[in-house]
């Protein structure tokens, strides 16, 4: 499949199948992930990869709206970094998404970024925090978002070129 293909093809699926990714493909996931580019070539980011059902529920109260299909979602990637001498973490962590994200279609997974940083739960508390002591990541570190994949229930529909803001792109 081209790049392009792939890029119309994905979108954003909040509901799947139970089936789980198998590890295999799993394993490509992984793969891309780390093979994204970084300021400096840092390379600041840790990658955890959720199956447990007991996590995910734990991961879907990160925030009160939003991310509730994350205890659906068979596999939930939380997306971590060390910010310390790393100014880019950002801009790293979420080129390593959305290349987590279109290896997920190009295997007939669905997912979604579910935003973390600079969240806040329902009692005004930070929902980096919540993520990061959850899943035990180190003091310190950062959270940016918690990927969801899985089967889609439903195929998405592709946004068809004619709806795209093509008065966005300047030509100079
Ligand atoms: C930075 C960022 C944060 C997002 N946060 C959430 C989120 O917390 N929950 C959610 O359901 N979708 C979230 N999304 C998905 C967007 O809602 C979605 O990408 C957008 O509506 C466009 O739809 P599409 O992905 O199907 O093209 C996020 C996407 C991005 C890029």
Redesign the pocket.
């Known amino acids: 499949m081209s790049l392009l293909t792939l890029l119309r093809k ?3 699926v ?1 509901r799947f199948l139970n089936n789980p990714v198998p590890q295999r493909t799993q394993a490509r996931l992984k793969e891309a992930c780390l093979r994204a580019p970084s300021g400096n070539d840092i390379q600041p980011w840790t990658f955890y990869f959720v199956e447990n059902p007991t996590l995910r529920a734990t991961l879907s109260k990160l ?1 009160p709206q ?2 509730g ?1 994350l205890r659906q979602a068979p596999l939930c990637v939380v997306i971590s970094a060390s910010d310390k001498g790393c100014d880019t973490w950002i801009e790293d962590c ?1 080129i390593a998404t959305i290349l987590l994200q279109m290896a997920a279609t190009d295997a007939g997974l669905g997912s ?4 973390v940083h600079k ?1 806040r739960r329902a009692d005004g508390s930070s929902s980096e925090e919540y993520v990061r002591e959850a899943v035990g990541i180190p003091v310190g570190h950062r959270v940016l ?1 918690v990927v969801a994949l899985g089967y889609p229930a439903l195929e ?1 529909k592709t ?1 068809p070129a004619e709806k795209l803001l093509w008065d966005r792109i300047w030509r100079m």
């Open positions: 994905r979108r954003s909040r925030k939003h991310a299909f979420s979604c970024w579910v935003q969240r978002c998405p946004i």
